[in-house]
């Protein structure tokens, strides 16, 4: 599932990474770090899935309450991460930011592609 996930929000980000490049570095570092800030999100995303698969098996309750923690902990390290990372970039960086950001959580839609279920 991870790889899937992985290489289709890689690539997006990439790209926009590298339009960016085209444009002016200065702009590319900002698109680096919405990059960064996806793959975080994705990788947290994919942990706490599997987590919530595994445990689901021996207890359903269980497993869905790690889904509802894991939502809220995301939310709060995006967050974190995004002050952050603009509170250090010029403020001509914050719209490669979100938009690297954006593009690629919407190649998420490619994983969700056929499923009845988010965690199918």
Same mark, same amino acid.
């Not at 996806?38 to 994919?46: A, D, E, I, P, R």
């Not at 595994?54 to 923690?69: F, N």
């Not at 809220?72 to 390290?77: C, I, N, P, Q």
């Given at each position: 599932? #991870? /790889?899937?996930?992985?290489?289709?929000?890689?690539? &997006? +980000?990439?790209?926009?990474?590298?339009?960016?490049?085209? &444009?002016? $570095? %200065?702009?590319?570092?900002?698109?680096?770090? +919405? @990059? @960064?800030?996806?793959?975080?999100?994705? *990788?947290? !995303?994919? @942990?706490?899935? %599997?987590?919530?698969?595994? =445990?689901?098996?021996?207890?359903?309750?269980?497993?869905?309450? &790690? *889904?509802?923690?894991?939502?809220?902990? =995301?939310?709060?390290? !995006?967050?974190? #991460?995004? &002050?952050?990372?603009?509170? @250090?970039?010029?403020? /001509?960086?914050?719209?490669?930011?979100?938009?690297?950001?954006? $593009?690629?959580?919407?190649?998420?839609?490619?994983?969700?592609?056929?499923? =009845?279920?988010?965690?199918?």
């Amino acid at each position: 599932m #991870l /790889s899937k996930v992985f290489k289709i929000q890689a690539v &997006i +980000g990439l790209v926009v990474v590298g339009v960016y490049a085209l &444009i002016g $570095l %200065d702009l590319a570092v900002g698109a680096a770090y +919405g @990059f @960064f800030v996806g793959m975080m999100n994705v *990788l947290m !995303l994919s @942990f706490t899935f %599997d987590k919530a698969n595994q =445990r689901s098996e021996k207890d359903p309750k269980a497993g869905m309450l &790690i *889904l509802y923690v894991s939502a809220v902990v =995301r939310f709060v390290l !995006l967050a974190v #991460l995004f &002050i952050v990372g603009l509170f @250090f970039l010029e403020e /001509s960086q914050v719209f490669p930011v979100v938009l690297t950001f954006v $593009l690629m959580q919407l190649g998420q839609l490619f994983n969700l592609r056929g499923k =009845r279920r988010l965690t199918d």
